[in-house]
């Protein structure tokens, strides 16, 4: 087991080879990439169509994924049950709510009652710092889009569940303690919550039905979550062999939210429109969460075999959904490569990776150079890409060039970037901030 991905390139590389500890740090960087993905894609919506096009987009994205990775999750964990219980356990797991940076605390008071609040909260803290004194993005965020999501993903584990709002931001001063408290409980009669179109959209996609393969059995965490209900619960409880798979698991968790996204898009202003978002979309999130992604691994440098590396660990593969290799063939150029898989196969939009599946090699070469902005890409038939074995269905050529100008920033990074690059997670890497 590897506590880190230091060293040299190894072309055989896989997640299940990281130890426990290094899968709780990465399960954490894939969990918080779902906050860089509404930062590098709303505010496009909201430039082009205005800031009730953010709301809707936002809510299609959530509702539109979240019952559905949620039932994933709580499978792939056997957590039974439709008490409050099994959904706080869903919310812990669920990659719209990130550990630590949205900091939720829960008491389970018995099966029809529970509450949860936040110390602190990422999301709202930066929508604050970006609002000044105007208020209306802070409802937006507390209220037009919690509102609905909140309660989608509580009905989609038992119908009579309702997420109620305690107290949340904005708050007149001088308020004190958590950001927002929410109780949670389940009773009367069902309240039928109206299910948008857009979910039986997603359901549709081999994601949203794949099954990753069997994992083997260790004795050093637990090996599913179908026992009592963990109000501390971390990564760290979960076995290695789970563990890795729960990693997977969220890569295409987040794989589902921005196909949601991507299909509210296309469905509301065309395919062009999606396609020019989605350019712009990927290479805004990736210098984010691939600095964060190297620093929680120990990689280092800036050369081909740490580009190869972050490849092999980008969240926006997740493994066996999408199959991919890499080679090393010297100091200034390396191959990548998509085989055969669901997500080729996969109906459209295909989320993040449709650019990049569509052959654009320009989608990739602002994920590359995330790590050097003097690398090139660009696509090779795939006949060429003779490490691939006949294998490769997609082909692309990365070439470090020392000569090149660097290649200028997705401005949208910076946004992105905010009060998500330094955070830091307790108990494993420094303070929370």
Same mark, same amino acid.
């Given at each position: 087991?590897?506590?880190?991905?230091?060293?040299?390139?190894?072309p055989?590389?896989?997640?299940t080879?990281?130890?426990?500890?290094?899968?709780?740090?990465?399960?954490r960087?894939?969990?918080?990439?779902?906050?860089?993905?509404?930062?590098g894609?709303? /505010?496009?919506? !909201?430039?082009?169509y205005?800031?009730?096009a953010?709301?809707?987009?936002?809510?299609d994205?959530?509702?539109?994924?979240?019952?559905?990775?949620?039932?994933?999750?709580?499978?792939?964990?056997?957590?039974?049950?439709?008490?409050v219980?099994?959904?706080?356990?869903?919310?812990?797991?669920?990659?719209g709510?990130?550990?630590q940076?949205?900091?939720?605390?829960?008491?389970?008071?018995?099966?029809?009652?529970?509450?949860?609040?936040?110390?602190?909260c990422?999301?709202?803290?930066?929508?604050?710092?970006?609002?000044?004194?105007?208020?209306? /993005? %802070?409802?937006?965020?507390?209220?037009?889009?919690?509102?609905?999501?909140f309660n989608a993903?509580?009905a989609?584990?038992?119908?009579r569940?309702?997420?109620?709002p305690?107290?949340?931001?904005?708050?007149?001063p001088?308020?004190a303690g958590?950001?927002?408290?929410?109780?949670?409980e %389940?009773?009367g009669?069902?309240?039928?919550?109206?299910e948008?179109? &857009?979910?039986?959209? +997603?359901?549709?996609?081999?994601?949203?039905?794949?099954? #990753?393969?069997?994992?083997?059995?260790?004795?050093?965490?637990?090996?599913?979550?179908?026992g009592?209900?963990?109000?501390? #619960?971390?990564l760290?409880?979960?076995s290695?062999p789970?563990?890795?798979?729960?990693?997977?698991?969220?890569?295409?968790?987040?794989?589902?939210?921005?196909?949601?996204?991507?299909?509210? %898009?296309?469905?509301?202003?065309?395919?062009?429109?999606?396609?020019?978002?989605?350019?712009?979309?990927?290479? $805004?999130?990736? /210098?984010?969460?691939s600095?964060? +992604?190297?620093?929680?691994? !120990? &990689?280092?440098?800036?050369?081909?075999?740490? &580009?190869?590396?972050?490849?092999?660990?980008?969240?926006?593969?997740?493994?066996?959904?999408?199959?991919s !290799?890499?080679?090393?063939?010297?100091?200034?150029?390396?191959?990548?490569w998509?085989?055969?898989? $669901?997500?080729?196969?996969d109906i459209?939009?295909?989320?993040?990776?449709?650019?990049?599946?569509?052959?654009?090699?320009? $989608?990739?070469?602002?994920?590359?150079?995330a790590?050097?902005p003097?690398?090139?890409?660009?696509?090779?038939?795939?006949?060429?890409?003779?490490?691939?074995?006949?294998?490769?269905?997609?082909?692309f050529e990365i070439v470090?060039d020392?000569?090149?100008?660097?290649r200028?920033e997705? /401005?949208?990074?910076?946004?992105?970037?905010?009060? +998500? %690059?330094?955070?830091?997670?307790?108990?494993?890497?420094?303070?929370?901030?």
């Amino acid at each position: 087991m590897r506590d880190d991905y230091a060293g040299d390139f190894d072309p055989d590389f896989e997640w299940t080879q990281l130890s426990r500890q290094a899968l709780g740090r990465f399960g954490r960087e894939i969990m918080l990439c779902a906050m860089m993905h509404d930062r590098g894609l709303l /505010p496009q919506v !909201g430039r082009r169509y205005g800031r009730e096009a953010m709301t809707d987009v936002a809510v299609d994205e959530w509702m539109g994924s979240s019952p559905l990775y949620n039932e994933r999750n709580r499978a792939l964990l056997q957590i039974s049950g439709h008490d409050v219980g099994a959904i706080f356990k869903g919310l812990q797991l669920d990659i719209g709510a990130p550990h630590q940076f949205l900091d939720f605390h829960f008491e389970l008071k018995n099966e029809s009652l529970g509450y949860f609040w936040l110390p602190f909260c990422g999301a709202f803290s930066f929508v604050k710092e970006m609002a000044g004194d105007d208020e209306k /993005p %802070i409802f937006q965020l507390c209220h037009h889009m919690e509102d609905t999501t909140f309660n989608a993903t509580v009905a989609a584990v038992h119908p009579r569940a309702r997420c109620i709002p305690e107290h949340r931001p904005p708050q007149a001063p001088p308020h004190a303690g958590p950001v927002c408290r929410w109780r949670v409980e %389940i009773g009367g009669e069902p309240t039928p919550l109206t299910e948008r179109p &857009i979910l039986q959209a +997603i359901r549709q996609s081999l994601a949203a039905g794949f099954e #990753f393969g069997p994992i083997p059995e260790a004795h050093d965490g637990l090996s599913d979550y179908g026992g009592a209900f963990r109000p501390d #619960f971390v990564l760290e409880d979960l076995s290695q062999p789970v563990l890795a798979r729960q990693a997977k698991e969220f890569a295409l968790d987040w794989h589902l939210l921005v196909r949601a996204a991507y299909t509210s %898009i296309e469905e509301r202003y065309g395919h062009a429109a999606m396609g020019e978002i989605a350019r712009h979309h990927w290479a $805004a999130v990736a /210098p984010v969460y691939s600095a964060r +992604i190297r620093r929680a691994l !120990g &990689i280092e440098g800036d050369d081909l075999g740490t &580009i190869l590396k972050m490849l092999q660990l980008d969240p926006c593969f997740p493994p066996e959904y999408v199959v991919s !290799g890499c080679h090393w063939r010297d100091a200034r150029t390396g191959h990548f490569w998509i085989e055969a898989c $669901a997500a080729l196969e996969d109906i459209l939009p295909r989320g993040i990776l449709e650019p990049l599946f569509g052959g654009e090699a320009a $989608a990739l070469e602002a994920v590359v150079c995330a790590v050097n902005p003097r690398a090139r890409v660009r696509a090779i038939d795939p006949a060429d890409c003779y490490a691939a074995a006949g294998r490769a269905k997609l082909a692309f050529e990365i070439v470090l060039d020392p000569q090149a100008a660097a290649r200028e920033e997705e /401005p949208l990074a910076g946004l992105v970037r905010s009060n +998500i %690059i330094d955070f830091r997670f307790r108990g494993t890497d420094g303070p929370l901030e």
